[in-house]
DNA sequence: ACCGCACCCTGAGCGC
DNA sequence: TGCGCTCAGGGTGCGG
């Protein structure tokens, strides 16, 4: 599943092919919950348009056009963005086996797909359960959902998430997971910080104190830059736009490691459900917050 | 404020 | 081999 890390590096990947290129024509297939703008007049707005910049918001990816106007882009759970020439994104494991150098051909799966008039390569959008969604936003006009947003995963300070926490009475990782909290954190990620920081994630966020938060968010950046550095999680479908498959996985300390050695201490990692999200963690070496255990007794010195 | 659940969707993995 | 069932999972919205 697509997290910051993957949607960054899927727009660093992207971001040159696309600037400067007049779009000719739009693909799409039927009207479905993944277009949030109706399929024809996505289509309509999208052609004679050039795009100018590529950016980022938490897990959302926005292309800016010439005219002002904006296509958002949510790579959802199994989202694939990805240019044509590119070696070809692994399409099921079974066809990864098989056929993995063939040039692709847009499936059943591929949503979108982008020509340009200088005949350059075609940009596809797959996703197999559509909970990806792409929309196209007149000059001006917001997304409430990308209004709401928290502060992006990779800026966010101690203080920041202090400030935040402290009101709440959620699970540290139903906070992680609240992109109008933080956002561009999923569940691997979450998962992984809270184990680098030694925190429980069923201890409540507003016992978390200031000292936890830097260390939270200290954790937070060196998971997001290292699975950056490695080009992303290839878990599930993520593949990035040239076609090569992520190394972060190799790395991940509990994430879908349950019931295997925690490479600190060996205990079993346990799996347990948070927020309706399987949540991964070692029992022995993340502790609920300090300010959990009752007061301190550092009076008798 | 917070929780639980339904929904969107498809493929993988299971038992038979 | 193949069928039918269950489940996973990000984001959102709703009712309790």
Redesign the pocket.
């Known amino acids: 599943?697509p997290e910051l890390p993957e949607v960054e590096m899927t727009r660093r990947c992207l971001e040159p092919w696309l600037l400067q290129r007049k779009i000719a024509r739009v693909r799409t297939t039927a009207s479905?919950?993944f277009f949030a703008t109706p399929p024809e007049q996505l289509a309509r707005r999208l052609r004679g348009r050039t795009v100018q910049m590529l950016s980022r918001h938490g897990?959302y990816l926005v292309a800016l056009l010439d005219d002002g106007s904006r296509l958002v882009l949510?790579l959802?759970?199994t989202g694939q963005l990805f240019v044509e020439q590119a070696q070809n994104p692994r399409l099921?494991?079974?066809a990864s086996k098989t056929a993995s150098t063939a040039p692709f051909r847009p499936d059943r799966?591929t949503h979108l797909c982008v020509e340009w008039e200088d005949g350059g390569p075609k940009i596809f959008f797959r996703d197999?359960?559509?909970?990806g969604k792409v929309r196209w936003l007149a000059p001006g006009e917001s997304d409430?959902?990308m209004t709401r947003l928290g502060v992006d995963a990779l800026q966010v300070k101690a203080s920041d998430l202090h400030s935040v926490a402290r009101?709440?009475?959620?699970?540290i990782k139903?906070l992680l997971?609240d992109?109008t909290v933080l956002a561009g954190v999923?569940?691997i990620y979450a998962d992984e910080a809270l184990f680098v920081a030694r925190l429980d994630p069923r201890g409540l966020a507003?016992r978390l104190t200031r000292a936890e938060c830097a260390r939270l968010v200290r954790a937070l950046h060196r998971v997001l830059a290292r699975a950056m550095a490695l080009g992303g999680s290839s878990i599930r479908d993520y593949v990035n736009p040239d076609g090569v498959d992520g190394r972060y996985q190799t790395e991940r300390k509990v994430y879908?490691r349950s019931g295997q050695p925690c490479v600190r201490c060996r205990t079993s990692i346990q799996r347990v459900v948070i927020?309706?999200?399987?949540t991964h963690f070692c029992p022995n070496c993340q502790k609920e917050s300090e300010s959990e255990r009752g007061p301190r007794t550092n009076l008798r010195r």
């Open positions: 599943m479905s919950y897990k949510h959802g759970m099921s494991q079974a799966h197999v359960r559509k909970f409430p959902r009101v709440r009475r959620i699970p139903s997971l992109q999923g569940n507003c879908q927020a309706q999200r399987s």
